[in-house]
């Protein structure tokens, strides 16, 4: 490493940055059955009954294993968890005070702002110009909410470190010493390269710096002594700052990727949960999965828990050739302008047994992306509002609370032992109907407030967001050498 570093003479300013992102009432949710069906047959068909201890995360982790249930052979499978939880070595050490649902929501909002900025100004990074450069010195916020963490292994010797996943990032960075300007605060020792034997800066005049400057959203410059800098800051003015470096990967034991391209950060901050970094999952050249392509084919699946006190898994690769038949595939749309985002082509959703009367024309007037680190599924004000009026009648008896932040359907569940809420169904391109599990429906701040877990966006030419809530026990196989995207049932537990 340089002795002389150009990173704390300032750092980085610069705009533009992170992810995607992603009428009338409908009065007849439960009329108009057909004659003859009974409403237990109707509840079974078309409800979730739900235990209110199911909602709620346990004091401990879950000793349960998941697994892909058949629906993908992965080659190599990474357990997902939660990062505030109790399976994460992180969650015992979080400030409660920083972690409350109604901060998760303030910091899901932040997360969103920034892909709608992102998608609207669609531009590169600027550059960073060496010692005239300059960084934010305040203190920054949470990376959005990228709440699920993986471990991988580092360098040579293997060091394993706890990464954020992120389908909405593609440059992977971990903190980096000497930490020359600031590090935040994470659990395992900050990455030493000088103690790696496979470690390497990547030089300006090398192709990788320059695929590194043609990413969206990346600022790049060089030191006085040629090599590759790279610095990436998020609307909520977390960010990143330093070597655009190459090293050796480990996914699990067997997998080891030599001369992975990654960031290797001395000057960061935000409140990234004691986590390492990031583990960018997007689908430009310089992410996971373009970099593991040979490997693994482009194709990775993962599966959201259905609380903070159970696991997941972030698989990679398929073993043979057959993918499970339950599994339903839609296309993966590819967009020019934004090629790290993953865009889907929603037409319709339904509540209960009765699709609601939105136009598919809401839906494509401003487009859909599918994302792992937003927590809220945002929708057109339209579709919004046709969703909340049907889901409010179904639910008439029960007795609402006050909003949740952005939240504004909410209920108060004292005294109830389990409660029946209409299933919800998201339809995409190619007849794909696609149940929400119940416990992505509701999101619980207490047990008197339990809320809707969907939201409006404020103007119709905002793009919708398939958020994490509605991704949980859906095994997800992003299948990316065939530009389509499957939903496969009963993922995780």
Same mark, same amino acid.
């Given at each position: 490493m340089a002795t002389t570093n150009p990173l704390i003479s300032g750092g980085v300013l610069f705009s533009s940055l992170l992810c995607l992102l992603f009428c009338s009432e409908n009065a007849c949710a439960y009329e108009g059955r057909v004659r003859g069906e009974t409403m237990e047959t109707h509840h079974q068909q078309h409800s979730h009954v739900i235990k209110i201890s199911d909602l709620l995360p346990a004091p401990v982790c879950s000793t349960s294993t998941s697994t892909p249930k058949g629906n993908i052979n992965a080659k190599t499978l990474l357990k997902v968890v939660h990062k505030h939880g109790p399976c994460s070595k992180h969650g015992s050490k979080q400030k409660a005070k920083n972690h409350t649902p109604t901060q998760i929501l303030l910091q899901d909002q932040s997360r969103v702002e920034m892909i709608k900025s992102r998608l609207t100004n669609a531009s590169k990074g600027d550059q960073v110009q060496g010692s005239k450069a300059t960084i934010p010195l305040h203190s920054g916020h949470s990376l959005g909410t990228g709440n699920y963490i993986v471990t991988v292994g580092i360098g040579s010797p293997q060091k394993d470190f706890s990464l954020v996943?992120?389908?909405?990032?593609?440059?992977?960075?971990?903190? @980096?010493?000497?930490?020359?300007?600031? @590090?935040?605060?994470?659990?395992?020792?900050? $990455?030493?390269?000088?103690?790696?034997?496979?470690?390497?800066? +990547?030089?300006?005049?090398?192709?990788?710096?320059?695929?590194?400057?043609?990413?969206?959203?990346?600022?790049?410059?060089?030191?006085?002594? %040629?090599?590759?800098?790279?610095? +990436?800051?998020?609307?909520?003015?977390?960010?990143?700052?330093?070597? $655009?470096?190459?090293? %050796?990967?480990?996914?699990? *034991?067997?997998?080891? $990727?030599?001369?992975?391209?990654?960031? @290797?950060?001395?000057?960061?901050?935000?409140?990234?949960?004691?986590?390492?970094?990031?583990?960018?999952?997007?689908r430009y050249n310089i992410s996971m999965i373009s970099q593991t392509y040979k490997k693994y084919g482009g194709l990775f699946s993962y599966c959201i828990p259905s609380t903070s006190s159970s696991t997941g898994y972030l698989a990679f690769g398929h073993k043979g050739n057959t993918i499970s038949s339950e599994v339903k595939f839609t296309p993966l749309l590819v967009n020019s302008k934004y090629p790290s985002f993953y865009f889907l082509d929603l037409i319709g959703i339904s509540v209960? =047994?009765?699709?609601?009367?939105? #136009?598919?024309?809401?839906?494509?007037?401003?487009?859909?992306?599918?994302?792992?680190?937003?927590?809220?599924? =945002?929708?057109? /004000? *339209?579709?919004?509002?046709?969703?909340?009026? *049907? $889901?409010?009648?179904?639910?008439? *008896?029960?007795?609402?609370?006050?909003?949740?932040?952005?939240?504004?359907?909410?209920? #108060?569940?004292?005294?109830?032992?389990?409660?029946?809420? /209409?299933?919800?169904?998201? #339809?995409?391109?190619?007849?794909?109907?696609?149940?929400?599990?119940?416990?992505? +429906?509701?999101?619980? =701040?207490?047990?008197?407030?339990? @809320?809707?877990?969907?939201?409006?966006?404020?103007?119709?030419?905002?793009?919708? +967001?398939?958020?994490?809530?509605?991704?949980?026990?859906?095994?997800?196989?992003?299948?990316?050498?065939?530009? =389509?995207?499957?939903?496969?049932?009963?993922?995780? #537990?």
């Open positions: 996943f992120d389908t909405g990032s593609d440059l992977t960075w971990i903190q @980096c010493q000497p930490c020359v300007g600031s @590090c935040y605060t994470q659990q395992e020792p900050i $990455f030493n390269p000088s103690k790696s034997s496979s470690y390497s800066n +990547i030089t300006c005049k090398a192709k990788e710096c320059s695929s590194l400057k043609s990413a969206p959203f990346i600022a790049t410059g060089c030191t006085s002594s %040629t090599t590759c800098l790279y610095a +990436i800051q998020y609307r909520d003015q977390s960010y990143s700052v330093g070597y $655009f470096a190459s090293e %050796t990967l480990t996914i699990k *034991s067997s997998d080891v $990727f030599h001369k992975f391209m990654f960031g @290797c950060g001395e000057n960061n901050d935000g409140l990234f949960g004691r986590t390492a970094g990031l583990l960018g999952l997007g209960g =047994r009765d699709k609601l009367p939105i #136009n598919e024309s809401v839906f494509a007037t401003s487009g859909t992306l599918i994302d792992s680190g937003t927590v809220i599924t =945002r929708l057109q /004000p *339209s579709a919004y509002s046709a969703l909340r009026s *049907s $889901f409010r009648q179904s639910m008439s *008896s029960y007795p609402m609370a006050d909003a949740l932040s952005i939240l504004d359907t909410c209920y #108060n569940f004292t005294g109830y032992d389990t409660i029946t809420i /209409p299933k919800i169904a998201l #339809n995409f391109r190619g007849g794909i109907a696609v149940d929400i599990d119940g416990t992505g +429906i509701m999101y619980v =701040r207490t047990i008197d407030q339990v @809320c809707l877990a969907f939201a409006g966006n404020s103007d119709a030419g905002n793009i919708a +967001i398939l958020g994490n809530s509605q991704q949980k026990r859906l095994d997800l196989i992003y299948d990316i050498a065939k530009n =389509r995207l499957g939903f496969g049932p009963g993922g995780c #537990n």
